[in-house]
Each structure stands twice: as structure tokens, then as C-alpha cells.
């Protein structure tokens, strides 16, 4: 057995196994530990706490998924608020949007938007952006006084362990409903459908108390447990977007042409998913 | 690290990995070497070279979508042939359609259909049915001289390498072609898109030389390469499904019930493939 794999084995006792060529980065911090190794394939990653956030090459298929399909459903996004997300792709994906005016990223943990910086150029690269305002706080504090101030809230979180465990919790959802605007549509990710089915339906019901209108929709994610993964659509004034010609085809094609996944047939097919992701989140 | 960990690691260097109970099968034919063992994660396990093939707890994700998509897409398959698929499980879901009157199943290797039938009960249990007619034999030379005769052939085959080599070649494509009646419909499995885009690539540019049309349709598979794996719907007469309220809602309705994954919406939606597959499949 080649000594220098990492894995990432689920307490289910199956998971993701990577040749690592060289470790790069290890710090930590007082909320969690900072990995980042090179791998031929994968390029660089990021852990945290020895878990899989993010490589350089499967990550589009995450930061397409959680912006484009709120983004292109809310007819006028200007007001975004990302919560975590510190490699910064949620952001590039934003950027991509000429409609956006402003970005709040709130962001618990400097090191990573530093290990970010260095060593994932073309995630972060949006960072640096001047309509980016980068916030290292605990979302969670953050929330608790902001009122009909956002157009679309993404919440790009850890699992419900560790430092991410206070984003799946009533009252935060409930300060993140009061912090959106009329037309306002919230996505955090739901976890692994497959991989971690009970995470994902505690988070529904939790959702379902919050909002109105709630829908899961999936897509392949390799390098996470079972290499599927679930946002989740959320708003109580906006539909599910479950009509493709419904969205704006001059913006989603602005959008397409930049994208490895994202096409508008796609964008209402996202939210068909199998029986048992609707038995879990109903 | 665990010693007790199956590993599938790709030649790029990635792959999955299983905490393994227990062994329970070891057997080589003239052709492959087939294992079977026990996880806590995926049940009974087999793999042939020590390749993954089957597991008992995510094998659903992949026979559900290589036989409904196809079969009710088809107006009325009554007559049904099968290559590889010693496991049992395409056979197990083609023997829910009531239309159905014949199943040839042809696998080359007696060793995977023995030990699916002791190891896999949940998957192989239709291989004894009546309707069905177990050919252990070359499926390259089967299909040689076989004119007119299914109405769905699917070719749930190994990778492009070791005894399924033959499958993925031209004159192996025509001759199945030759063997399909009017409004037939041909469904190989197409390799992972992330993890085997070189072999999808080759895979859709012979596709696209014997079938008039030819579309690919991805899903999530825990236990192949990347999570994520692909099918082809091929076919001279019948268009691509990309409508779902064109498709029998009494005869959908009866298999969703029996389904963890197919349901109508998911008929079209499966083929709203990403930007990367559309380009990788053109």
C-alpha cells in the first residue's frame, strides 16, 4: 500500500483515498487545523481538520452549483452575504454577475482565507475584488442584527461538526431570513445525500421550520463522501425555479460560456432528484 | 492507517477506499480474478481484477438508470438482451416491466454469476427466472449473427480494459445494431465523466458512427470512479427522451414505486448534462 495516501474515511468506514506528492501548509488555529497538500490528481488540496474542503480540480462543480442557481433565479442580485466559503470560489462565482454591487464574506478563520491566497490562486482570486468586503467574524454573531439588507445569502459551511456546528441551528437561520430582502433567496449546502443522509435530513426539517419554499437539488461533487452533494433552494417569496425557460436567457448565457457545469437546461433539471433524496427531505 | 482498507485508486491517482470486515470469495477465471468481501459500509462486495463492480448498498444508483431510462422509454420491450451484468441486477430491474416476455443475458464468466448468486441474493434474485436465459458465452460472438430480434439491448460492461476490450469497438456496435427490431434502443454504460473523460471521449466519437442519435445521461455512483458515471442512450428511430410528460405515466407510475432513484421528472433530467460532458460527448 502506497504510504503517502490521503484519506478521508466516513465513521461508516468508506471514502476517498488521494496520492499526495508533497504536504505545503499545516497550521492551526483556534477554531481548527489548516491542511494543504499537492496531489497529481487533484492538484492542490485543502482540509480542515483533516477533512476534504477543497482541490483545485473538482471544485467547480461546488462553487458553480451553490451561485448559479440562486443567482440566476433572483431576477436583480446586487446584495449578496456569503457565509464561510474562505477559499474564496463562491466568490469568483459571484463576481461573475455583472449585477452584483456588493459581497459581504464573513469568514470565521483567517488562516484559511490565507492558505487560500497562497495556494489556490484560481479560487481566490476574486478576494481581492473591490466590491468584496471580507469579514473574519463568527457568522453567527454576524446575523443577529441585520435587517432586509440581501438579496441572496449562500452559506458554504463545514459539516454540522467543529466550528461549523453553530449554521445548523433554528435561530440562525431565522436571523439569516430577517437579514435578506423582499424577493430574497437563501442556499446553504445540505451535506451528502448518500454519504451523510441523516445530516442532510435534520437539516431539512430545520429548513422547513425557517422558510416557505424549500427544495434540494443535487449534482456529482467527487472529492466529497460519496461524491454526491446537496444545496439547498430556500426563500419564502420565490418559486422553485422548476421551469428552465423561466430564467433570463441573455444572463444565464453570460454565465454558461464561463462555466464547466452550468447550462439552463441544467438549472431546473438540478432539482429532479431520485426518491430517496425527496423521502429524506420532505 | 487501517490495513483492513480496500483501495481502487485510479492511474491519475485517486480513488475510494473501504474498510473491509471480512474476505469471503477469491476466485480467477480464464478471464478475471473475482473477489468478494464484507464492509460495514456497502455490505457484500465484488470486484473483478480488483476493480469495483457491485456493492449491496449502492448498486441501485446504477441499474435503476441503465434499465428505465431505456425500457420506458421504449413504447413496448417485450424482447430484452443483456451483455455482462453477471451480478443480476440489470436483469432484477428489466423484470419489473411487465411488458417484458424474454431476457438473454450473456456474461462471459461463469465465476461473477456463481458468486452474485451466493454472495449478491438482493441483486442476482431474477437470474433463475423463467423468463430469463443465462447465455455464459463471448457476447462479441453472440451478437454476431443476430438480426432483428430486441427491442432494448443494454451493455453493462467492464471498463475498456481486459475481457470487456471487445465491447468498446465498431464492428461490435454494428452487429448489435444489426441484432435491434424497428424502435430500438441501445443503453451501454459510458464511463465515469470525471474520473475516465479519455475513455467517454473515445466511447461517444464511436457512438456517434453507428447511432443516429446518441445522447449521454450521468448520475451519481458512490462506488465508481469520481462518484459520478454516465450511460449512453443510443438509438436510429427513437429520439432522445427529453421530454418526460411523453413518457407512460401508468407504466412510470408502477416503477417509481419500486424505485430509490427513478421517477418521471428524473427521466428528461438526467440528460441536462454539464458543459464538460456535452463537450467531452459531442
Given at each position: 500500500m502506497n504510504e503517502n495516501l490521503y484519506h478521508e474515511i466516513t465513521p461508516e468506514g468508506f471514502g476517498i483515498a488521494i496520492e499526495k506528492d508533497k504536504d505545503l501548509f499545516s497550521k492551526k488555529s483556534p477554531y481548527q487545523q489548516t491542511d494543504v497538500f499537492h496531489s497529481r490528481a487533484f492538484g492542490n488540496v485543502l482540509t480542515l481538520d483533516g477533512l476534504m474542503m477543497v482541490t483545485e480540480r473538482d471544485e467547480f462543480f461546488y462553487h458553480e452549483m451553490i451561485v448559479h442557481i440562486p443567482m440566476l433565479t433572483h431576477k436583480n442580485p446586487k446584495n449578496i452575504l456569503v457565509i464561510g466559503a474562505g477559499d474564496g470560489g463562491t466568490v469568483r462565482e459571484l463576481l461573475?454577475?455583472?449585477?452584483?454591487?456588493h459581497i459581504d464574506m464573513v469568514e470565521i478563520d483567517r488562516v484559511v482565507i490565507d492558505a487560500a491566497l497562497e495556494f489556490f490562486p484560481s479560487v481566490s482570486c476574486g478576494l481581492k475584488d473591490k466590491k468584496v468586503n471580507v469579514l473574519v467574524e463568527d457568522a453567527v454573531e454576524f446575523v443577529k442584527n441585520k435587517e432586509n439588507l440581501y438579496d441572496v445569502v449562500l452559506i458554504?459551511?463545514?459539516?454540522?461538526?467543529?466550528?461549523?456546528?453553530?449554521?445548523?441551528n433554528e435561530d440562525f437561520y431565522n436571523n439569516v431570513k430577517r437579514a435578506l430582502k423582499p424577493g430574497g433567496i437563501v442556499v446553504p449546502q445540505?451535506?451528502?445525500?448518500?454519504?451523510q443522509s441523516e445530516n442532510m435530513r435534520l437539516t431539512y426539517k430545520l429548513l422547513r421550520k425557517v422558510f416557505k419554499n424549500v427544495a434540494p437539488y443535487t449534482g456529482p461533487m467527487p472529492t466529497y463522501p460519496g461524491g454526491y452533494w446537496s444545496w439547498g433552494f430556500c426563500s419564502d417569496?420565490?418559486?422553485?425555479?422548476?421551469?428552465?425557460?423561466?430564467?433570463?436567457e441573455k444572463r444565464a448565457q453570460i454565465i454558461e460560456k464561463t462555466c464547466k457545469i452550468y447550462n439552463r437546461a441544467l438549472h431546473s433539471a438540478v432539482f429532479a432528484v431520485p426518491n430517496f433524496v425527496k423521502e429524506l427531505t420532505k
Open positions: 461573475k454577475h455583472k449585477e452584483v454591487e458554504d459551511s463545514t459539516d454540522p461538526i467543529g466550528p461549523g456546528v453553530g449554521l445548523f445540505t451535506e451528502g445525500p448518500f454519504a417569496d420565490v418559486e422553485i425555479p422548476l421551469d428552465s425557460s423561466k430564467i433570463d
